[in-house]
């Protein structure tokens, strides 16, 4: 069985919905099919939120806009003998939610749980109006089967007991079933509370649902003909990638490559089941593939995406016996606190040792090292710690990137004569990986130019 899923992206407008409607048509067969909320729809429920807290009263006006626009798409899209049941049901889930933005308008403040019931409207409605529109479309409620747990700030997949429900979920589907389930929602496994798989977490419902399944491929299907070598609103002649491996999916998705949420690609990996990335807006262009090994006629370099939020933390060893140890250390301390690092070189590692981490990490972290440090640090081993925040991560990702210290030393002089400095550079954690990193500032203007430099 296959599993589809289509983002924001393909499900905004009444044209869109028409070709998703004829893609999931022509599937024989059962399918099931993960959608995200109507495009741009997730960014308005937000800030429609942080109005109705600030108390101010424009909420009405944008609420009322989310009601006439899916009401334009049902109009639109749905057969007109299920047109009221379907205006019904999405109705009761608007009314309920002006009932959250009243309550918050109330209490003048916007609790994170609360914010997740509101977000997860847009999925919930969304999926309603495509298992209408669908012939054989069957709803499944993804809030029954898909379950978080807490992991530091995040809500993270409880694998376990969500892998279990899904298999149960789909087992019985009727013959031609198109089973249509909301994508990026979920429950706290203790509380029950509404949670989500975080932003562009559709994907991963989708991901979480083939690998349950054992599914033949998980198909995400978005509005460009695949992954391509570059953000396109970016580098202008990036081109689409024809395979990559999940490794280096997974590294140019983490590194900012926002065609996959970045947690995706685990579940599929570790079942070897393929992902193919293609276009609602023109289903016949190839698309790309995904699988585990190298194809004999890949790119070498697959692309180079980018990622902002970064900050470079640095310290002084004052005794260079230590270096080691305290390297280990830090890194073991950071991780096991749910901060993900990302190694960089060390050019004089025993009197500096430096790493990258997300800035919004990066107060906390050099809290967590002071506390891991604070014998060192009292005895004069180890001076101060140094932040360096406002940094980009760009990354060039492909085969055996490690033999590429050639590429990488003409790329690096060729920035620098450009005047863009390279806070730092890193062979990265993998084979896969070599990044530079760069003021935020600099960055689009690094991608074009390593882009330019790569693929000329
Ligand atoms: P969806 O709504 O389908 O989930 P997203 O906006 O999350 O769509 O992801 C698709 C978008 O990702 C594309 O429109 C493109 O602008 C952007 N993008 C960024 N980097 C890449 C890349 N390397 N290849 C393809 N698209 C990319
Ligand atoms: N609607 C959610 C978001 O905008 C999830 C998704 O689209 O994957 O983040
Ligand atoms: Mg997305």
Known sequence: MKVLKFGGTSVGTVESLSHVKKIVESIEGNAVVVVSALGGLTD??????YLAAEGNSEWHSEMDAIISRHMHIIENVISPERKNQVKKDVND????????????????????????????????????????????????DSLEFIKTEKWFDKNIANRKLTDTLIKEEFKNLMPDE??????FISRDTETNEITNLGRGGSDYSGALIAAALDAEILEIWTDVDGFMTSDPRIV?????????????????????????YPPTIYPVFHKNIPIKILNTFNPEAPGTLITDSHHK???EVKGVSALKGISLLSFQILKADISEDIYNRALNSLSKNGVSIIPVANPDPYSELNFAVPEKDSIRSIDILAEEFAPEISKGKLGDFERKDKLAAVALVGERMKTKTRLAARIGHSLR?????IEAYSPGNSDTTIIFI??????????????SMVYK
């Open 178 to 183: 198109k089973a249509i389930v909301p994508g």
């Open 417 to 421: 004569r450009q005047g863009i400095n």
């Open 93 to 140: 889930y608007l009314d309920e939610l002006k009932r959250n933005y009243e309550g918050v308008e109330l209490i003048r403040s916007l609790p994170s749980h609360i914010l997740d019931i509101i977000v997860s409207f847009g999925e919930r409605i969304s999926s309603t109006i495509v298992a209408a529109m669908i012939k054989n479309g069957e709803r499944h």
């Open 297 to 299: 006629d890949d790119l």
């Open 236 to 260: 202008k002649d990036a081109i689409v990638i024809d395979h990559l491996t999940f490794t280096e999916s997974m590294e140019l998705c983490t590194f900012g490559a926002k065609v996959i």
């Open 44 to 49: 308005k429920l937000i800030a429609t939120a």
């Open 438 to 451: 760069v003021h935020e500032e600099k960055t689009s203007e690094t991608v074009r130019s390593v882009h």
